[in-house]
């Protein structure tokens, strides 16, 4: 990173999977970092040595989860760059034996805690000339079965994207990830299958650092710095396939 002092970014989710590979991967890149996930989640565990994170524990669902992170991030560093907007729950279940709670819990979590995130981080990004970036799915385009609200979060987030991007632009790009199939735990590794390989078109399951590269591009503004309002599939190909019946 070739600035006076390294940049600062929020992630959240960062204690496991995809969001702990994203902290990571701009950890290695020079980035400071503030790490935001439950109490008891495993962030002191992960981070805890690190002399440049700090750490936030909190329900991303709690607006006062979101002021407290831009808080002790800036307060400890003294900017803020970047925002990446990880965290995310799914409950599966057929829409008859969905209860309001459940869905507005995951509305909240995956959705509202973006909003509430980027209001509260709008001052600091805009004052650095920062990012963005949201972490959806391919669930906003295609769906399986008993997975309504999940998804809908994500398509929300796709929309949201672009409405920050014109809303805070041009100041803050905003810009969003939609992973495919991503492996996120190694028991779930050692139980995939051949075919499960082979049916993504680049010839394998996707990992959480394939999340990360997108990430991290995304947030450079030397090479980003033309891209706002898009989203990015990553999916090993998966949505431009056609499937029939056999």
């Known amino acids: 990173m070739a600035r006076v002092k390294a940049p600062v ?7 496991h ?26 962030l002191s565990r992960a981070y805890g040595k690190s002399r440049r994170t700090v750490i936030v524990e909190g329900d991303v669902a709690d607006e006062q989860t979101a002021r407290q992170a831009v808080k002790v991030a ?10 990446v907007s990880n965290a995310g729950i799914m409950v599966r279940k057929p ?27 709008e001052r600091p990004l805009r004052l650095a000339g920062g990012a963005i970036v949201l972490i959806a799915s391919t669930r906003a385009l295609m769906s399986e079965p008993n997975t309504e609200s999940y998804s809908a979060t994500k398509g929300g987030l796709v929309a949201l994207t672009h409405a920050l991007a014109v809303s805070l632009g041009p100041e803050v790009r905003v810009n969003c990830v939609s992973p495919g199939w991503i492996v996120v735990r190694r028991d779930e590794q050692e139980e995939l299958r051949r075919k499960d390989h082979k ?14 590269e997108m990430v991290a591009y995304l947030l450079d503004r030397e090479r ?9 599939i990553v999916d090993g190909g998966m949505t431009r396939k056609m499937i029939y019946e056999e």
């Open 9 to 15: 970014a929020l992630v959240t989710g960062a204690a």
């Open 17 to 42: 999977g995809i969001g702990r590979a994203i902290a990571q991967r701009l950890l290695d890149d020079g980035w400071r970092l503030g790490v935001v996930d439950l109490p008891g989640s495993g």
């Open 74 to 83: 800036t307060e400890k560093f003294g900017r803020l760059d970047a925002v």
């Open 95 to 121: 829409i008859s034996r969905l209860t309001l709670t459940e869905w507005h819990k995951v509305i909240d979590t995956n959705l509202t805690a973006a909003f509430l995130l980027a209001r509260a981080a």
């Open 199 to 212: 049916q993504h078109p680049v010839g394998r399951v996707g990992k959480p650092e394939d999340i990360a």
């Open 224 to 232: 980003a710095g033309f891209i706002t309002g898009a989203n990015f």
